[in-house]
């Protein structure tokens, strides 16, 4: 790092991965600074810990201080200001998974996490597992994992890192996940997704495999089994060994307790079993710990390790997590950004539950959703819900009704976060669960939710 730029500039620096990049950054003794158009919590809270100074907004201005480095997140486009300005004068300027290869991974034993869902609660229970084994693990994980607090740090072991296979800067449409280099490779699951930067599953693919390719001989790849899209993925081409993991197939298996969604089973490859009882729950869960658990025994954990490390897992932010109980009903924040994961969320709080009323709100935020892509998959997801509320993002690309007349469930649209807090809060009752389901702040919805019912 002696020869590093000193001081850099982040855009996009509230971003999850960029704001890790961040952290990362200031442990190494940068100087660090950056801007963003939306600045809100978990990451301004961390970023502000951590002494950085925030811009609001992309004005060309903020490039008037000295600044030996830019690095540029891939929500930025061309025609912003700042980007023009940087273009114009021949800044330097670095992607932000080039970066983090260059000045982090490059040097570390490094295990990424990759798949259409799960990456962030695997790569928390991975970096966990680690830890619980004494390695100090580094991680950058996209979301604050509760047993550190932090969703970036260096530490002094194997690294951790969310493999997301967005991309990477306007100048660099390759994935993200095509610099990290690793060593252990866990794929957990291969669906379309992005749609507004690929064109189908095909598309997405490809990029797996650039990753793929990437992965050393030495190494170690864990791979779902009984997923088609994963088999077709290492079809391709694959030069690393690879172990498959699932429930009750592959060579590490988990079997779930059907009467106890937090309980299940671990079976190594030797077929040794070893008895978990965690904090989370659901069969999308566990499979989530059992990669982890596989990846982490590729970097020198025995199982039983990381099975009792699962033991004081706390989940990330942001997953199924617990924000409020008022007057007898419970607030949950998840993190949805698929039909897939929305699917996997209510049929875990549904077995977590039983017959309890469960109440879904969802916004479809995503570039993905918005485009209406996964319009028909969209309500056959919500099954699980008694009642369902869907909120209408103004840019939605197709008709939020036809997916409400396709539930089962009674439900609504709504065009403001304000129509769907009134609502909730002239219905919901004692032992109501009330989901919210987002892949942004969603107006602050959980807060205004709980001050509305506290008032009611």
């Not at 704001?19 to 990451?43: H, T």
């Not at 967005?166 to 992005?194: G, M, Q, W």
Request: with cysteine; hydrophobic share 45%; glycine share 8%.
């Amino acid at each position: 790092m002696n020869d590093a730029p000193r001081q850099i500039h982040i855009l996009g620096i509230c971003g999850t991965f960029m704001g890790g990049v961040a952290l990362l950054a200031r442990e190494l003794g940068l100087s660090v600074s950056g801007a963003d158009q939306g600045i809100y919590p978990p990451m301004s809270e961390q970023l502000a810990g951590a002494g950085i100074a925030l811009t609001q907004g992309y004005q060309a201005s903020q490039l008037d201080a000295a600044v030996d480095e830019v690095v540029v997140g891939n929500a930025m486009t061309r025609a912003n200001p700042v980007v023009e300005r940087l273009l114009d004068e021949k800044r330097a300027l670095i992607s932000g998974p080039q970066w983090l290869y260059r000045h982090v991974l490059a040097e570390r034993w490094v295990l990424a996490v990759a798949g259409t869902h799960g990456k962030t609660t695997t790569a928390s229970v991975l970096a966990w597992i680690l830890e619980h084994a004494g390695q100090d693990p580094g991680f950058l994980i996209g979301g604050v994992p509760l047993n550190f607090g932090v969703s970036a740090r260096l530490g002094s072991g194997p690294f951790v890192v969310e493999a997301d296979e967005y991309d990477s800067a306007f100048f660099d449409k390759r994935s993200k996940f095509v610099h990290y280099r690793p060593d252990v490779l866990v794929l957990n699951n291969l669906e379309f997704d992005h749609a507004d930067i690929f064109r189908d599953l095909a598309d997405v693919t490809r990029q797996f495999h650039h990753l793929v390719r990437t992965v050393p001989a030495r190494g170690a790849i864990i791979a779902a089994s009984d997923d088609s899209a994963l088999d077709a993925l290492l079809d391709m081409g694959c030069w690393t060994p690879v172990m498959r993991f699932g429930i009750d197939s592959g060579d590490w298996q988990v079997r779930l307790d059907a009467a106890n969604a937090s309980r299940f089973t671990v079976r190594d490859p030797a077929g040794v079993p070893h008895a978990v009882n965690w904090p989370l729950i659901g069969r999308h869960n566990a499979m989530n710990a059992l990669a982890a658990v596989a990846a982490a025994h590729a970097a020198g954990v025995d199982a039983a390790t990381a099975c009792s490390a699962l033991r004081t897992f706390r989940p990330p932010r942001r997953r199924l997590e617990l924000r409020a109980t008022v007057r007898g009903a419970r607030i949950y924040d998840d993190f949805a950004h698929h039909p897939t994961a929305v699917r996997a969320t209510l049929e875990a709080l549904r077995a977590a539950v039983g017959d309890a009323r469960i109440i879904a709100v969802l916004d479809p935020a995503s570039n993905t959703m918005r485009m209406g892509v996964h319009r028909d998959t969209l309500a056959p997801a919500l099954a699980a819900a008694d009642r369902v509320l869907l909120h209408r993002a103004p840019d939605m690309g197709f008709e939020l009704e036809t997916v409400a007349a396709a539930v089962a469930a009674p439900t609504t649209v709504h065009d403001s976060v304000r129509g769907i807090i009134d609502s909730l809060a002239a219905e919901v009752g004692s032992g109501d669960h009330v989901l919210i389901m987002s892949n942004g702040g969603f107006g602050g919805i959980h807060l205004k939710l709980a001050q509305a019912l506290e008032s009611a």
